[in-house]
């Protein structure tokens, strides 16, 4: 069946990095866009980041562009999304969720991963 | 990217219906059929329940309906069930090409 299951998450020093991964079966992920949302504690969603199906545009929330990029590898069946310099502010649940190209929707979630940003 | 406005609650007994609306700007809402709706339990991933606006996924029950007027979707459950108590959210592709979402609605059912 569909399924997305994210990992990579911790706690982490302000100012440090962490890499997320998201790991897809059951479709061809190499079609779909994909992307990030995070919760931070007793919040709502933020969207954070989007790559399109073959890498080739990828959009971010003003709250984390310059720090966090996203990247997938299609051979892998894995999207990531690489954060540098995080913030007390970037602690959250982050989940991966896939939008089918052009529907704008996000159909399928992962469990998400808790990353922690405390010294 | 100013998150979309919903309602910080809403609440409704078992048998009514309630409306959550979802209010945005003419560079997303206004702009695009392109708006979606999410389910979330406490602990869980957020489910898609309504998208483009007012088109159900299949396995979603038919007491869930969306609409549009201007700047501003909505989300009607009729028939409220105790189940439908959860977090639900708004969603819509913008004119940057991002997504933003609303701030999120608590519906308690009474």
């Known amino acids: 069946q569909v399924q997305l299951v994210d990992s990579g998450g911790g706690v982490v020093q302000p100012g440090r990095s962490l890499r997320l991964s998201c790991a897809a079966s059951?479709?061809?992920?190499?079609?779909?866009?994909m992307h990030w949302v995070r919760q931070a504690p007793g919040k709502g969603l933020e969207w954070v980041a989007l790559?399109?199906?073959?890498?080739?545009?990828?959009y971010y929330a003003d709250s984390v562009e310059g720090r966090f990029t996203i990247s997938r590898d299609n051979s892998k069946n894995t999207l990531y999304l690489q954060m540098n310099s995080l913030r007390a502010e970037d602690t959250a649940v982050y989940y991966c969720?896939?939008?089918?190209?052009?529907?704008?929707?996000?159909?399928?979630w992962g469990q998400g991963t808790l990353v922690t940003v405390s010294s | 990217q100013s998150a979309l406005t919903q309602p910080a609650s809403v609440s409704g007994s078992p048998g009514q219906s309630i409306t959550i609306s979802c209010t945005g700007t003419?560079?997303?809402?206004?702009?695009?059929?392109?708006v979606s709706w999410y389910q979330q339990y406490p602990g869980k991933a957020p489910k898609l329940m309504i998208y483009?606006?007012?088109n159900r996924p299949s396995g979603v029950s038919n007491r869930f309906s969306g609409s549009k007027s201007g700047n501003t979707a909505s989300l009607t459950i009729s028939g409220l069930q105790a189940e439908d108590e959860a977090d639900y959210y708004c969603?819509?592709?913008?004119?940057?090409?991002?997504?933003?979402f609303g701030g999120g609605t608590k519906l308690t059912v009474l």
């Open positions: 969720a896939r939008e089918t190209t052009v529907r704008y929707f996000f159909d399928c």
């Open positions: 059951g479709f061809t992920f190499s079609t779909y866009g």
């Open positions: 790559i399109w199906f073959d890498g080739s545009f990828k």
């Open positions: 003419s560079s997303d809402v206004g702009a695009y059929n392109y």
């Open positions: 483009d606006v007012s």
């Open positions: 969603s819509s592709y913008t004119s940057s090409s991002t997504r933003v």
